[in-house]
């Protein structure tokens, strides 16, 4: 009865237990079933998934339904479902219908359900109206589900705000980073504002000082963060300036604009000094609120600083790239760590000949800030420890 994709489509789904009643029915009927819908092509995210991807490699412990808990990331959820994190714009269901699509809040039940043999991932309600939830959820769309996938299921509305939504990544290690020291690009510094004086002639200012502040262009911007230049930072790979390390001063806020503007320093870790430049404080709440994806073209980069720089670096940390948007970096851009294969003396070449070992599979960062030459990024996994110099690239698929 029926043709062959009919009768897989059906086992499919008979083996999830997601249409046993459906299955049932079509038993007794001698008719021809229907035509199965056209199979769903995930909309172009915020990012663009790469190009000539295998449909997404699901984990064999793949729940069919998850409730986003409170502390929950983007990355963390994606680990539950796939075996490769990056591939997430290929499962997630993106209905553009719902404003801010990306965006999933804690509460949110994620349903997997197949088109075709592919595997999708929706929330409750939003995934295509044939498909049904396999733990009994709704088949027309609604906005939100029940807690336990059971009840009355009538569309209402959310209104959540965006800063309560699932980041991508562990927030609290990127508050961290963007109050030390980090590595900007050489022409974003020389754009930046800087300190010319003080109201009080002095040659530093600590809090509760007033500043006098030249080439504040942006009116919309009133939170500063002041910084001062470190060391400069060179490609390893040409030795070409990549940018220089800021370091921390203080906050200080706008409080006249002119040329020069008036600006009240807020609180400082050390004095602030004539020459110090401010950058602006990141606030956006969809700041890191991003699509972990792959590169849609190779990368061949290396680390070149680690944030609270250790002699070995491990999960969580905050790594310099030198490569940035020029090269086709973004953030939610996932690379692989290489660690560099170690020289081996060679016993039976003539001269003590030596042997360049292969490199070796380190672990997984993804991209989270991103300026025309260098890249920041978090280390999301580590199978071995990374050391400056060691390769990132794009990733490939697991087998």
């Not at 997997?112 to 049904?132: K, S, T």
């Not at 965006?162 to 508050?175: E, F």
């Not at 220089?244 to 006249?256: C, H, K, L, Q, S």
């Not at 070992?357 to 960062?365: K, Q, R, Y």
């Amino acid at each position: 009865m029926g043709n062959d994709n009919s009768m897989v489509r059906r086992a499919t789904v008979v083996a999830l237990g997601v249409a046993l009643a459906v299955a049932a029915g079509c038993a007794t009927q001698e008719t021809a079933p229907e035509e199965p819908p056209a199979p769903y092509e995930p909309a172009a995210p915020e990012t663009t998934p790469s190009e000539g991807v295998e449909a997404a490699a699901l984990q064999e412990t793949a729940p069919m339904r998850y409730v986003v808990k409170k502390g929950d990331t983007l990355w963390a959820i994606a680990n539950r479902f796939l075996k490769d994190s990056w591939q997430w714009p290929e499962l997630w269901y993106v209905n553009p219908k719902v404003q801010n699509p990306h965006l999933i809040y804690p509460g949110d039940e994620l349903y997997l359900y197949f088109v075709d043999g592919q595997a999708h991932l929706a929330r409750a309600g939003e995934g295509p109206a044939e498909q049904a939830p396999a733990d009994g959820g709704p088949k027309e769309p609604v906005d939100v589900l029940p807690p336990g996938g059971l009840g009355t299921f009538t569309p209402t509305v959310r209104v959540m705000p965006v800063d309560q939504a699932i980041t991508a990544i562990p927030a609290d290690q990127i508050r961290a980073f963007l109050r030390g020291p980090r590595v900007i690009d050489e022409d974003d510094l020389d754009d930046a504002p800087y300190i010319i004086d003080f109201e009080e002639k002095a040659l530093f200012g600590a809090a509760d000082a007033i500043a006098y502040v030249m080439d504040i262009e942006d009116k919309s911007i009133s939170q500063y963060q002041i910084v001062r230049r470190s060391k400069e930072y060179e490609d390893p790979d040409d030795g070409d300036n990549l940018g220089f390390e800021v370091m921390p001063v203080g906050d200080a806020e706008v409080r006249v604009l002119g040329d020069p503007s008036t600006v009240y320093i807020l609180r400082s870790d050390m004095e602030a000094r004539v020459g110090d430049y401010l950058l602006p404080v990141e606030t956006d709440p969809l700041a890191f609120r991003f699509i972990p994806h792959a590169p849609e073209k190779e990368i061949d980069g290396k680390i070149m600083s680690v944030y609270q720089g250790m002699g070995q670096i491990g999960q969580y940390q905050i790594v310099t790239l030198n490569r940035g948007t020029k090269d086709g970096l973004e953030p939610g851009h996932v690379l692989t760590v290489w660690q560099t294969g170690r020289k081996s003396k060679d016993p039976n070449a003539f001269f003590g000949g030596s042997v360049q070992l292969p490199d070796l599979n380190a672990g997984t960062l993804m991209v989270f800030k991103t300026g025309e030459n260098v890249s920041h990024a978090l280390v999301m996994s580590a199978t071995r420890a990374m050391h400056l110099g060691d390769k990132v690239e794009r990733p490939e698929h697991s087998k």
